[in-house]
Structure formats: structure tokens, C-alpha cells
T-cell receptor, first 113, second 109 residues
Framework: AAGVIQSPRHLIKEKRETATLKCYPI?????VYWYQQGPGQDPQFLIS???????DKGSIPDRFSAQQFSDYHSELNMSSLELGDSALYFC????????????FGPGTRLTVL | LAKTTQPISMDSYEGQEVNITCSHN???????ITWYQQFPSQGPRFIIQ???TKVTNEVASLFIPADRKSSTLSLPRVSLSDTAVYYC??????????FGPGTRLSVLP
């Protein structure tokens, strides 16, 4: 069965650079979520989109922005990167009305040097 | 603020039944409890979901009492490959999705 696809899987950036992470949800899933997981920490919710509109906002820094496109894929844009942004970034998707059943992608490991 | 509470860690031996309890206050009336499993450097994987009483699937059972202030994930006859972090997820009124602190289960031979 198709799963959530994230790209790239690994990304290395330097401080103050920008990064763009992409997420392709499971087909026919219209809701996308972004999470950040630092080393040894729990996943922290950043932001979610439903039908291309932002639906919930969590602890997403102002330096980050995200959007969902007409094909339901989503991009997380990160600017002025800091060392503390080094983490695993997971995208999850869910079908309409099943927001508590989220299917996670393999994650993007971002390293900021 | 409402929050979830789980044991930080648990140890078990292969073949034993493992029960992990999550406490969740102020859960929304229409929301479900969902449990996830996470291996290192992988995305959380859905295990089971329930609203009340008992739910069972091919990998686990979930017990939720009538007051819904807690839930217990039951893993029958664990194996070494069940070593992972287990999270309970509950959607609260006015809150975004909040993972519990996670329980690190270690299954020993």
C-alpha cells in the first residue's frame, strides 16, 4: 500500500541558510501534519493543513512556514536556520474526519552545522 | 492544561504480556485515543485506536474505562522486535495533537 513520502530523507545546511522539506500524503488523504522530533524527544506538532488551508498551528517558529498545494502535497519552508533546528521532521497524513489516525512518513533528518 | 502521563520505561521478557497505561485528563467527548509505536529514526506507526471499553486487533488490545481518563495498551506475548517507544495520542479541546511523553519498552530475551 502507498505510504507517505518525504523528501529529501537527509539534509545538511549551515546556520542562516534556508531549507524546504516536501511531503506527499497517501492518495485520497486530504489532511497533512508536520512534526519536529529532536534527539531523545517526543514528536512536537508544528502545523497542519486540511484541503489546502491551515487547520491547526502548534509550536512552529515564525521562521518556518508551510503550505499545502492543489495536489495535496505540502512543503515546510525553514529560513534563518539555527543549530537547534537539527531534528527529524515527520509528515503525517489522514483521511477526512479521521484526524486521530495519522500515517507517518519516514521523516527528513535535518542537520544544521 | 490537560496532559497525558505514561511510565517513562518498562522492561519485559519475551513471551510475556505487557500493559502500558496512559492517563489523559479533559479529553474531548468525541475524541479517540490512539496508540503509536516508534522505532529509532522512524516515523510513529499506528497500532490501535478506541473510544471506550475494549478494542482488539491483530497486534494489541486497548482498554478504556467508562470515565475515559485513562487507557491501557496490552501487547500479548511480546518479542524482541517489540522494543520501541509507545505513545498515546489524544485530541483535547482547544489543543493540537499532543503525544504523550512516551514509554520506552525494552524486551529482553
Amino acid at each position: 500500500a502507498a505510504g507517505v513520502i518525504q523528501s529529501p530523507r537527509h539534509l545538511i545546511k549551515e546556520k542562516r541558510e534556508t531549507a524546504t522539506l516536501k511531503c506527499y500524503p497517501i492518495p485520497r488523504h486530504d489532511t497533512v501534519y508536520w512534526y519536529q522530533q529532536g534527539p531523545g524527544q517526543d514528536p512536537q506538532f508544528l502545523i497542519s493543513f486540511y484541503e489546502k488551508m491551515q487547520s491547526d498551528k502548534g509550536s512552529i517558529p515564525d521562521r518556518f512556514s508551510a503550505q499545502q498545494f492543489s495536489d495535496y502535497h505540502s512543503e515546510l519552508n525553514m529560513s534563518s536556520l539555527e543549530l537547534g533546528d537539527s531534528a527529524l521532521y515527520f509528515c503525517a497524513s489522514s483521511p477526512r474526519g479521521e484526524g486521530n489516525t495519522q500515517y507517518f512518513g519516514p521523516g527528513t533528518r535535518l542537520t544544521v552545522l | 492544561l490537560a496532559k497525558t502521563t505514561q511510565p517513562i520505561s518498562m522492561d519485559s521478557y519475551e513471551g510475556q504480556e505487557v500493559n502500558i497505561t496512559c492517563s489523559h485528563n479533559n479529553i474531548a467527548t468525541n475524541d479517540y485515543i490512539t496508540w503509536y509505536q516508534q522505532f529509532p529514526s522512524q516515523g510513529p506507526r499506528f497500532i490501535i485506536q478506541g473510544y471506550k471499553t475494549k478494542v482488539t486487533n491483530e497486534v494489541a488490545s486497548l482498554f478504556i474505562p467508562a470515565d475515559r481518563k485513562s487507557s491501557t495498551l496490552s501487547l500479548p506475548r511480546v518479542s524482541l522486535s517489540d522494543t520501541a517507544v509507545y505513545y498515546c495520542l489524544a485530541l483535547f479541546y482547544g489543543q493540537n495533537f499532543v503525544f504523550g511523553p512516551g514509554t520506552r519498552l525494552s524486551v529482553l530475551p
